[in-house]
């Protein structure tokens, strides 16, 4: 029998091979959960999501990070498949929901540098996941889209309203500020309408596979 930490570095490198892209989707529901209940006024309950959604995206953000560098080649495979590439948009929209339970708890200094982060991820991801469908697209008709998609409504929504809460402290930079969040909303709200229009379409008039609307894959 292997000895457990051999066998237990190759399940974790095989892990951190595979990790499915829309993994960030735990740390945004939690999130929502967690800042439900503090603004329900159940801080243990609360706290102990937002305690568990610290460890996640930070393990997350690690497990990511080595997968760049341990396995380049996965990682490519997935942002240019054009069914799974929308599904790192659960990168922005768990960092939007974690920096908006920060910024609950008063770390006002901390929710800013998560949204910047968040608004970088999103201008990379909108561009190149586009990119990807434009130029990589080899399915007919409505036959590519899946309910991972909807992951970047999610993620565009979410700049919106960490953006509101730490607009004050951006000063002069305000006004302009609330510029910007109104042009993400009204685009997300784009994207809502031709994304369902598009699911729709393929729900009623496609060959559905169960992964297709779930996960995306």
């Known amino acids: 029998m292997r000895p457990f930490a051999p066998r237990l570095r190759a399940w974790l490198a095989g892990q951190i091979k595979t990790l499915y892209p829309g993994s960030f989707a735990v740390v945004m529901a939690t999130g929502i959960i967690s800042n439900a209940f503090f603004l329900e006024a159940h801080p243990l309950l609360s706290d102990a999501l937002f305690a568990a959604n610290l460890l996640a995206y930070s393990l997350l953000v690690i497990f990511t990070v080595l997968r760049a560098l341990w396995f380049w080649r996965a990682l490519w495979a997935d942002l240019i498949n054009p069914r799974l590439v929308f599904s790192f948009f659960t990168v922005v929209a768990a960092t939007d929901v974690l920096g908006a339970g920060i ?56 700049l919106v309203l960490l953006g509101a809460s730490v607009a004050t402290t951006f000063g002069a930079l305000r006004p302009g500020l609330f510029v910007l969040i109104h042009l993400f909303w009204g685009f997300g709200l784009a994207l809502y309408g031709i994304y369902i229009a598009i699911l729709s379409y393929r729900l009623f008039f496609s060959e559905i596979r169960p992964d297709d609307v779930t996960c995306g894959s």
């Open 103 to 158: 910024e609950l708890r008063g770390l006002e200094a901390v929710a800013p540098a998560l949204w910047f982060f968040a608004l970088l991820a999103w201008f990379v991801l909108i561009y190149f996941s586009f990119g990807v469908l434009i130029f990589l697209n080899t399915a007919d008709g409505a036959d590519i889209l899946t309910g991972g998609w909807l992951m970047a409504i999610v993620g565009t929504q979410s």
